[in-house]
Every structure is written in C-alpha cells, then in structure tokens.
C-alpha cells in the first residue's frame, strides 16, 4: 500500500454510528476502507490484505514481530465487533435501527505476517460508491492517534470541517462510542476521551481543535467544539478574479460532503463587498473647486448689478 495515496471514504451513517472499536481494530478498519477503489464496485468477496508492516508503516511502529500478533489478536476481535447504524433507510422510515458486523470473515497468514479480510454484505453500501452524505480525508491524517476516540472525534469534526463548529450533545456522544458505562460523569469524559484526542488531534493531524460546553442550570450538556486546517495543511490559489482562496493540499479534494469552502469564500467576498458609489459621486477636492468657483460666480453677478 502506497500509504501517501490511502484515503478514507465513509457514507456519514457510518460516521455517527454507534460502535466501539480498540486502537489496532480501527487501524485494520480504516487501512481496509482506504484500499476501497472510489470509481469500482465494492462486491461482497472483494479481499483486502492487511500486513504488520503495513501497520508498523503507518503507525511508525517497530518490532514487527510483536505488531502481528497485535494485528491477528485485533484481527479476531474485528470478526465479532458489531456497529449500529440509525435511520438506515430513507425509503423505509419505520426502521430506527440496524445492526450489522464489519467483517463478514478473516484468513490469518501467520508466516507471511498477514491477514485477508472481507467487509460484510450490510456494511458495503456504507463503504462504496457514495454520492452524498459521506466524509473523506487521508488515512494518514490519523495513524499517529494512540487513542481509538481520537479517530473517532477526528471523524465527527471533519464531517463538518467546512463550517468549523459542532455542538455535540454529551449524552449522544457516550451512546456512540458506546462509553456510558465506563464513563458515567463527565469530568472523567472529559479527562479520558475528549482532552486526550484534543490532544493527539492537535498534535498529530491535519487540523486544530479547540472546545468549551454548554450547561443546563449545573448539568453539562453539550461540549462546543471549533477547528479548522491548520496553516500547514492549507494553500493558496489564484481565482479568475485575482482573489485567494486558501483549499486543502491534496488536488483540491475536499475532506466533506461537498466542496463548500469556495462557496463560503465567495459568501465572505460578496458580504463584505464595499456598496457601489453613485455614479455621480465626486471626490471632496472636486466639490471644494466647485462650491469655491460657485461662489466666486455669485459675487461676480452681484458686482456686475
């Protein structure tokens, strides 16, 4: 795997889908879905090769030895790990939920320290030729994360990066990283899972992010959350009007939906565009000469009577 050209492309459902996944199953998942050809049919016996070097290589990890027995433990894992999908099916409203495996089966390699791994047969219509509603960005944006929630929160950020705020509700947030239980107050919530994937966000991705929360009376109801590119990751271009416009690095390819940055750029520019001066508008230098040889006319009329 040619791991500069490795993007991760995930229908929105997925995104905000209730599962819980440990660090080396989301490197397997994510390392899987970036295999996944944009422009081709995802089948159901399509096969794709995971192998600890390619893990090590993405993660910037040493002994491989040790990173295969991760990979086949994480492996084994990933075959039962359930993910839980709401509002599955527009055409179908009455259905609320569903329930699904990410892996339909895994072939261990022990001596070639590889795994073959096939998605699902539910979870390929979340993963493969997606139209709309769906969240992009490059897979080395997160393999440095040693937190599974990191990517997660990355995820959740970056599915609105092109207006840098979301307000997540804390309730909702523990339901789909299925952490209400280990989590149950909120200072802890904070400690273990949003400050440290801040953390490794800031440090280790292609954007920033910073957070404050919303209260009800005492109660913390919602963390506030407002990022953006980093500088680093941003270029400029010269538009057919001569304004700048800053785009993400990779082509033009945007990490969202849809490519709304021109479109906010161009709101921006048409918002603060100066009023248009009436065409017969003079400057005040002009107007001084002109009240000034006014007045000079006057007193020469008066003389002359």
Excluded at 205 to 210: E, F, L, P
Aim: charged share 30%; net charge positive; proline share 4%.
């Amino acid at each position: 795997m040619e791991k500069k050209a490795l993007v991760v492309v995930k229908s929105n459902k997925v995104v905000e889908a209730s599962y819980k996944l440990s660090l080396y199953e989301q490197r397997i998942l994510l390392a899987c879905i970036a295999q996944i050809k944009s422009k081709e049919e995802l089948l159901e016996d399509c096969q794709f090769e995971i192998s600890a070097a390619n893990i090590a290589d993405l993660a910037k990890l040493e002994h491989l030895n040790k990173v295969y027995q991760l990979l086949a433990e994480a492996a084994d894992k990933l075959l039962t790990r359930q993910v839980i999908i709401n509002d599955p099916d527009p055409d179908n409203p009455k259905i609320k939920q569903r329930k699904m495996n990410w892996m339909s089966h895994i072939d261990y390699l022990p001596g070639e320290g590889r795994v073959i791994l096939q998605f699902s047969k539910g979870i390929i219509p979340y993963l493969s030729q997606l139209s709309r509603e769906f969240t992009r960005y490059k897979l080395t944006c997160v393999t440095q994360f040693k937190s599974a929630y990191s990517i997660r929160l990355y995820e959740l950020l970056v599915q609105w990066l092109s207006t840098g705020k979301r307000d997540v509700e804390v309730d909702w947030l523990k339901k789909q990283f299925q952490v209400e239980h280990n989590y149950p107050r909120v200072g802890d919530l904070k400690k273990w899972v949003i400050d440290v994937a801040k953390k490794e966000i800031n440090e280790h991705s292609n954007i920033w992010v910073k957070y404050s929360q919303r209260k009800a009376g005492r109660t913390i109801t919602h963390f506030c959350f407002e990022f953006g590119l980093k500088e680093t990751e941003k270029t400029t271009r010269t538009k057919a009007n001569g304004t700048k416009q800053l785009i993400p690095d990779w082509n033009g390819h945007p990490m969202y939906t849809v490519d709304s940055e021109a479109i906010l750029e161009d709101h921006k520019r048409l918002k603060t565009k100066p009023e248009p001066k009436p065409k017969n508008t003079l400057d005040s230098d002009k107007k001084s000469k002109i009240t000034g040889l006014k007045r000079a006319i006057k007193q020469m009329e008066s003389i002359a009577d």
